[in-house]
Every structure is written in structure tokens, then in C-alpha cells.
């Protein structure tokens, strides 16, 4: 069993930057891989980001690449999303998921485990 909890939303300025932590309890971190999703209001939920247990590999949806980074901390069991160049198509509820699938997946279904959610609104 693996406790996620998300933290570090907010309000964010068009061009700004806020970063996301997502912190892990329970069975050994570096067993899963982990991904940020997000949903915004009247869409679905929507894949973001994805790190490999080891975090030497990652994968960014097109609509963040290039702005958003999405790190890992094995030894603090977090995972972290900073993001940068916000835009208003930014705002959404933002959720961190686990898997213990090796290689990253994209497939929510994959996903065993699943923070809260923290919103991000990005205005001015």
C-alpha cells in the first residue's frame, strides 16, 4: 500500500512558474513509477507527465514539453512537477498517481494509487 499526497498548488501569474510535490508513503518508492495527471473543468482527466522508477527516463505530454520538468527524490519518496511558462490552459486539478509497472504508462488503469489532487489556477 502506497499513501500519495500532493501539495504546492495555487494561484500561479500567466508566464509564472509554480512547482508540485508529491510525497509517498508506505512500500519502497524507487518501486514505482510515477506520474502527474490533470483535469480540467468539463474535460477528462489527462496524462501530464511520467518518471521511470530510477528516474532516468520521463515523458511529457506536447502541451507541456518544454516548460514542464518532472523530477524524482528516491531517498525523500517524493516526486516533484515544475512547472514553467504557465498558461491559463494550465488550470486544472492536478493528481499524482503510482504504478508498479517498470516502464512508464500513459493508461490511468495502470495506475494503482492516487493523491487528492491539488488545483493550479493560472491568472492574472
Known amino acids: 500500500q502506497v499513501h500519495v499526497v500532493e501539495s504546492g498548488g495555487g494561484l500561479g501569474q500567466p508566464g509564472g512558474s509554480l512547482r508540485l510535490s508529491c510525497a509517498a508513503t508506505g512500500r519502497t518508492f524507487s518501486s514505482y513509477a510515477m506520474g502527474w495527471f490533470r483535469q480540467a473543468p468539463g474535460k477528462e482527466r489527462e496524462p501530464v507527465a511520467a518518471i521511470v522508477r530510477s528516474g532516468s527516463s520521463t515523458w511529457y505530454a506536447d502541451s507541456v514539453k518544454g516548460r514542464f520538468t518532472m523530477s524524482r527524490d528516491n531517498a525523500k519518496n517524493t516526486v516533484y512537477l515544475q512547472m514553467n511558462s504557465l498558461k491559463p490552459e494550465d488550470t486544472a486539478v492536478y493528481y499524482c498517481?503510482?504504478?508498479?509497472?517498470?516502464?512508464?504508462?500513459?493508461?490511468?488503469?495502470?495506475?494503482?494509487?492516487w493523491g487528492q489532487g491539488t488545483q493550479v489556477t493560472v491568472s492574472s
Open positions: 498517481a503510482a504504478s508498479t509497472r517498470y516502464s512508464i504508462t500513459l493508461n490511468e488503469n495502470d495506475y494503482d494509487y
